[in-house]
């Protein structure tokens, strides 16, 4: 399942962060898992959120640069090695892993990944074939969210 | 009077026949009104006066146009130094307007108008925006400020005198702009051309194509602009993007103007005399030589102003326009005598960023330059902003476009340059005149 991505363009300088989340806070509007990509001048904050396409035009109406793109959420074993039989099913082909981040699963000893596929179908495709499961927007967003 | 058979084919507007006055017959008006414009000078204007008699020049000296040469310039400062009324050649109760320009350094500059003042400029600017193919029938949105500065009352006054629909909705309040524009049908819009492209950006994100409007032409002055932008513009509305001249210590806009072939700026010689001149010596340059632009008031009357220096550079356009006009024309001004700046040796003109940020595929214009001393050694830093149109979700693809940037102002200014990508909150939006540069280097050690 392919899941809604909220990329903000950031200038990498002190308190930048505290003004997009404060907005997100303000609108009651849920961060499920974030994860910044920085260099020295500027950074890339990547948010799924409980509403992404309230808070993208929450955003925007404040000038950010927003971008939505989408990911895959796929659950592994949270357990040694429960990574390396998903990459071994990619690793073998021409996809490639543009980036990816963690957060711990709603249900106990499974991890969610978030992955930025060059060929996302192409992907699902595959982990599908391979048995392993892509999780629903619903259970990463949550009931209320129209991911 | 005759008509070439060129300006037939084009849209003929009977306003413009001051455009077409057989050459002889121009130079002998433009003899006559300058005589008539130093004499009353020097007659009414003691500053003017005192400069003419420490050069040793009177008024009688004018026998020919090219004598002109032997006369004292006027520059800014001498605007700035006879504040508020000191050139004035007419008195009070019969100026009828005042403008002023903004001061970027301590107090501004005033100028008056007398009625027939008023009249010489609407007429210039009727001129002008019949020049850039607009006529009755055009509903005209003035985004120019209204106020002291001549930009809104200039184009409003012109566009009412050629019998257009004038909106004066003045700068500012974008989306309202936006409103207007797609409500009222508007067809022409003044303004300057980084607030119409501001205006195409924030129309593209409330879901608005410019080009499915009934927008046809753009009057754009105020400010330099570069073909590049032109093109930039052009391709995201369909505007035909015309670029008019002006400056209020002559009249306002209404100097001179783009005709439908976009191939330099048609002066409209009968009310002001354009000479190039070498900005560092002064010495009056050959035709078709880049150089500053110097202007003489012909028919001003409550301040009339000779030979002012314009920090503008420019050239005159050599041989008849496909237009007809017999009007001579200048190159389009992209640079200021005053604008440049040196960077380790080299002399850069932000003209130039700009053509290298817009060679770059996707950047829009949105830019500003700023300049620092690290160490004794002068560093200069382009600040692009990040538009929806080239941000990637990732950072790969952003350096890559920093990479480009940076190439393409080392291939154009041939000098190493920082580039930093910005959030578009990050650089003011301009409603008037965008700035451009901001030179630290004296506040720096």
Redesign the interface.
Known sequence: MKIQ?L?L???NKPGCLLEPCRLLAEDGINIRALTL?D?R??G?L?LIVSDSRRAAALF?E??????V?EVLAIEVPDRPGGLVHLLETIGNSEINI??MYAFPSVRSEKAVLLF?FSDPDAAMARLQAAGISVVESVEIVGPGGRG | MTVPREARSVEYNPVSAPDYTPVPLLRQLQLERLQMVVRRAYDRVPPLRERMQAGGVTPDLVRSLEDVAAFPFTGKADLRDNYPYGLFASPMEEVVRLHASSGTTGKPIVVAYTQQDLDVWTNAMVRTLASCGLHKGDIVQNAYGYGLFTGGLGLHYGAEGLGATVIPISGGNTDRQIMVMKDFGVTAVCSTPSYFLHLIERAGELGIDMRELPLRVGVFGAEPWSESMRRHIESRSRVRACDIYGLSEITGPGVASECVFQCGLHVFEDHFYPEIVDPSTGRILPEGEEGELVLTTLSKRAMPILRYRTRDITAFVPGPCACGRTLRRIRRITRRSDDMFIIRGVNVFPSQVETALLAVEGTVPHYVIVLTREKGLDQMEVQVEVTPEVFSDKIGALESLQAKLVHALDQVLGVKVRVRLVEPRGIQRSEGKAKRLIDRRNLAD
């Open positions: 991505q990329s363009f950031l200038e990509a260099t001048e500027f890339i990547r925007t404040r000038g950010y640069v927003v971008n793109t543009e980036y930025r």
